[in-house]
């Protein structure tokens, strides 16, 4: 159903339940009047992870914007006054509709992620003749958000390409992780692609379930399917240096086989080797024992004990979701972590909002700005090391200190009368050390009677519990091991063998992965890493932003490498030692560093070899296209 054809009631309906801030950009670009870019009607400023609707508007102006957009709205058959603002306007819209002095570099990156403009690569040279240079496949690793997010680029390039996913579905991380509460802990208005997006979301977090139907219903929208195969696990790769090309063994449902690609993509992440535990006894444990992402289909925890090792981004999604199903539930804890309050967490996105986003022109593109917003660098400023700050135990500066204070009287808040897990549950290192955890429930359900936390460390595993260093036995039906994973190991689980014979593993070992970009490795020529070495976010945004860049990147790489007659390229290992040590200066000045803290952002000898130093605009701009200049080239025959 189109607005104009919506009864009256019902868009009166929905345009109450509208974000103003997000109704007045439409209203904008509907009208091309610009007394809607002029007082009263300036947005207050939200910094909230979920922002009031009104804006801060007085209740005559917000009956002004609403009655201007069912006016529009209600015309049929209307035409949008601007379809498609520049970045100078769209810069001035944004810093309108945000309430903030926006920097200029941010429009353009911008105007893609609202499809404003399209992000994808294109040929400067026909390509039915550009790209059949070389007809051996690209062979991509992984048909979860990465894998979807190159492949998507490629088959509009007409790249030939198959991907090999060793699960019978894809979406990853996303189809492996089932545990209870299982979801995304950034928006999924914002945790989508910029191109083919769904607006339908149930929620403003979106549980795995929905999450792993958009991405299986992404590879079909985009044409992926037919270049997938199911079932098949890389166990070997290695370069040719006679046939310019990766030679990848597969075992796959047939046997065993030699593919060969013009190009190795790794898409398989940061996050899909569980990280299993060091803890003697493990075997002789009566009851189930498992990591979170392999929890049971079958397994029912009605008056069971159970027991929960570790508090990290799983534990606070599955503790809140099971404590009123189990008889008893013990949280192991070897320290403590920061949790931003949400409480909009598991609110639902109503009908009426929701044809708000699928219907309203503009709507979903400005909506998803003020969550990519929310979520993206304006955090980064609170995780630079202040040299003059008093304080550095507890906080990195001014701002940091603010939020500690903040999350801190959250805290108190949430625990007051427990005295002994507040003891328990306050950090001592400053907010966002770790990775960025959201309180979707966590201090309330750890309050419940039959809810301990134990900090005490785990000595052993018994055949009827766990037994920590006090001495005390903990008896349990069931242990959850919510311990992570090995991050640092990224596309080096592949057994990779580039020039001279070269194991990636050994490139890469002590668990320090490095890549120019975090895409590629001297010495492994046409081999590109997604989600690889530094390129986490750690300050906010979201992996599919990450994978989109980095797709582009790549594409760019085959284009130019197809359009020049070039078979391989291979990163000069002076480019890749100046980025870096670029990579490694920027951490010393941000939290990551710290030395009040253990993360797995960082390898044993202190290295942070997970997370990204730089802004998301900063990225952006990194991996727009590939420049030759950092690359040794080998020409194609005949060239």
């Not at 009047?33 to 508007?57: M, S």
């Not at 392999?294 to 508090?311: E, H, Y």
């Not at 069931?478 to 596309?491: H, N, Q």
Request: glycine share 6%; with cysteine; proline share 7%.
């Amino acid at each position: 159903m189109t607005a104009s054809s919506l009864p009256m009631q019902q868009l009166q309906a929905a345009i109450a339940e509208a974000d103003l801030r997000v109704l007045l950009m439409v209203v904008f670009q509907l009208s091309g009047d610009r007394r809607w870019l002029a007082e009263p009607f300036r947005p207050k400023r939200d910094v909230n992870l979920i922002a009031a609707n009104d804006a801060g508007f007085a209740a005559a102006e917000q009956a002004e914007i609403r009655a201007a957009a069912i006016e529009l709205l209600s015309t049929p058959a209307r035409q949008a006054a601007i379809s498609s603002p520049d970045d100078s306007l769209t810069l001035e819209m944004m810093r309108w509709c945000l309430g903030e002095n926006i920097a200029a570099e941010y429009a353009p990156m911008m105007r893609e992620e609202m499809a404003f403009t399209d992000r994808h690569v294109r040929w400067s040279t026909a390509p039915s003749k550009a790209s059949t240079t070389d007809t051996r496949p690209v062979i991509i690793v992984g048909a979860g958000a990465s894998g979807i997010a190159l492949a998507a680029n490629l088959v509009k390039l007409a790249i030939p390409f198959i991907i090999l996913e060793k699960n019978p579905q894809v979406g990853g991380t996303w189809f492996e992780n089932t545990y209870p509460g299982c979801g995304v802990d950034t928006p999924n208005h914002a945790y989508s692609f910029s191109f083919g997006r769904r607006n339908n979301w149930s929620r403003y977090f979106a549980p795995q379930p929905e999450i792993h139907a958009y991405l299986t219903d992404s590879a079909a929208d985009f044409g992926l399917l037919p270049h997938i195969r199911f079932r098949h696990q890389v166990t070997a790769a290695t370069w040719s240096a006679e046939g310019l090309c990766w030679q990848v063994a597969v075992s796959g449902p047939e046997g065993d086989e030699i593919i060969e690609g013009r190009a190795l993509v790794s898409a398989i992440g940061q996050l899909s080797l569980p990280s299993m535990p060091a803890i003697p006894g493990q075997d002789s444990f009566n009851g189930p024992i498992f990591h979170s992402s392999r929890w049971p289909d079958d397994l029912s925890l009605s008056g069971k004990r159970l027991a929960v090792v570790g508090t990290g981004a799983s534990a606070m999604q599955i503790v809140p979701t099971v404590v009123d199903q189990v008889a008893e539930l013990q949280i192991f804890q070897r320290s403590a972590q920061w949790a931003r309050p949400i409480p909009h967490y598991h609110d639902p996105i109503s009908p009426l909002s929701q044809w708000l986003l699928q219907s309203v022109p503009f709507y979903a593109p400005w909506f998803r700005l003020t969550m990519l917003w929310r979520y993206g660098d304006g955090l980064l400023p609170s995780l630079r090391k202040d040299p003059d700050w008093a304080f550095p135990d507890r906080s990195l500066n001014r701002a940091n200190d603010r939020h500690r204070q903040q999350m801190t009287a959250h805290i108190y808040q949430q625990l007051e009368g427990r005295p002994d897990l507040i003891a328990k549950c306050l950090p001592s290192y400053p907010p966002y050390g770790k990775r960025i955890l959201l309180d979707n429930g966590w201090y309330e359900a750890i309050r419940h009677d039959h809810v301990s936390l134990q900090t005490d460390a785990i000595e052993a595993i018994t055949a009827t519990g766990l037994k920590t260093a006090d001495g005390r036995d903990h008896g349990a039906d069931i242990i959850v091991l919510a311990t992570g994973f090995k991050v640092a190991l990224m596309a080096a689980r592949l057994n990779i063998r580039g020039l001279n014979g070269e194991n990636l593993a050994d490139r890469w070992a002590n668990d320090n992965p490095t890549a120019y970009l975090g895409i590629t490795v001297p010495g492994f020529p046409n081999l590109f890493c997604m989600q690889g070495p530094n390129t986490g976010l750690g300050h906010g945004g979201s992996a599919i932003f990450q994978a989109e860049c980095q797709a582009r990147y790549i594409a760019s790489a085959l284009v130019v490498m197809s359009e020049s007659n070039i078979a391989a390229i291979d990163v000069n290992q002076d480019a890749h030692d100046r980025y870096v040590a670029s990579v490694d200066r920027a951490h010393e000045q941000l939290i990551w560093t710290h030395p009040g803290m253990s993360t797995y952002y960082r390898n044993p000898a202190g290295r942070v070899v997970s997370v990204m130093p730089w802004r998301l605009v900063d990225y952006w701009q990194m991996t727009r296209q590939l420049d030759l200049a950092d690359y040794q080239l080998t020409p194609a025959a005949g060239s």
